[in-house]
């Protein structure tokens, strides 16, 4: 069965330091991965998504998200994190089927200190 | 965001009382989804459809009953509302083809009292 696992919570940085945040998933194919992003009170944002080729993918606002079939992750970095940055992450793996589904991690919870 | 709206975005209501919660969106995506979302459930999929008048159950469907009879639009009802269904409701679509990401809209909060 497809899952995804974010074991991280809630993680706490401090403006300017890196930031990596961590997804492993479940999925007996190939896997199309995303990462979304939610500011308090709006919808989800994609920030990058693998679909295949280079397993380094590049996204917006500076992220990029390295895949790694050995281990089975999909980990989210950032080199320098901004204030703005807090939010909700969530990652997910897309299933293709009837619905082409995604299935969705519990999401990380990102605080910045100044 | 894709054209996605939802409406309305906050409702109050009563237990018993029915509820149907609308989706619109103006990009023609083939697919559309209805999640809620729930402090340390992550988002949890509730119904989706793949065209208009073919719809499916997602994980948490008990309760709920959707139709789409127009590309654009994707309704959610709760045909009797009960607390448990207090949540962020949000609707997502996406088009075909592997690898396309869903887009989301804006989220309907809706408190069953």
């Known amino acids: 069965a497809q899952s995804v696992t974010q074991p991280d919570i809630h993680i706490t940085v401090s403006e300017g330091a890196s930031l990596e945040l961590r997804c492993n998933y479940s999925?007996?194919?190939?896997?199309?991965l995303f990462w979304y992003v939610q500011s308090p009170g709006q919808g989800l944002q994609l920030l990058l998504k693998?679909?295949?080729?280079d397993t380094l993918v590049q996204g917006i606002k500076g992220f990029e998200a390295e895949f790694k079939r050995s281990q089975s992750s999909f980990n989210l970095r950032k080199p320098s994190v901004h204030w703005s940055d807090a939010a909700e992450y969530f990652c997910?793996?897309?299933?293709w089927g009837t619905g082409n589904q995604f299935y969705f991690g519990t999401g990380t919870s990102l605080t910045v200190i100044p | 965001d894709a054209g996605i709206t939802q409406s309305p975005r906050h409702k109050v209501t009563e237990t018993g009382t029915p509820v149907t919660l609308r989706c619109h969106q103006t990009?023609?995506?083939?697919?559309m989804y209805w999640y809620r979302q729930d402090p340390g459930h992550g988002l949890r999929l509730i119904h989706y459809?793949?065209?208009?008048?073919?719809?499916d159950k997602g994980e948490v469907s008990d309760g709920y009953s959707v139709s789409r009879s127009k590309t654009e639009d994707f309704l959610l009802t709760l045909e009797s509302a009960t607390s448990s269904q207090t949540s962020v409701y949000f609707c997502a679509a996406r088009g075909g083809g592997a690898g396309n990401e869903q887009f989301f809209g804006p989220g309907t909060r809706l408190t069953v009292l």
């Open positions: 999925y007996g194919a190939t896997p199309y």
């Open positions: 990009e023609n995506h083939r697919y």
């Open positions: 693998y679909f295949s080729g």
């Open positions: 459809s793949y065209g208009v008048k073919d719809t």
């Open positions: 997910a793996v897309g299933a």
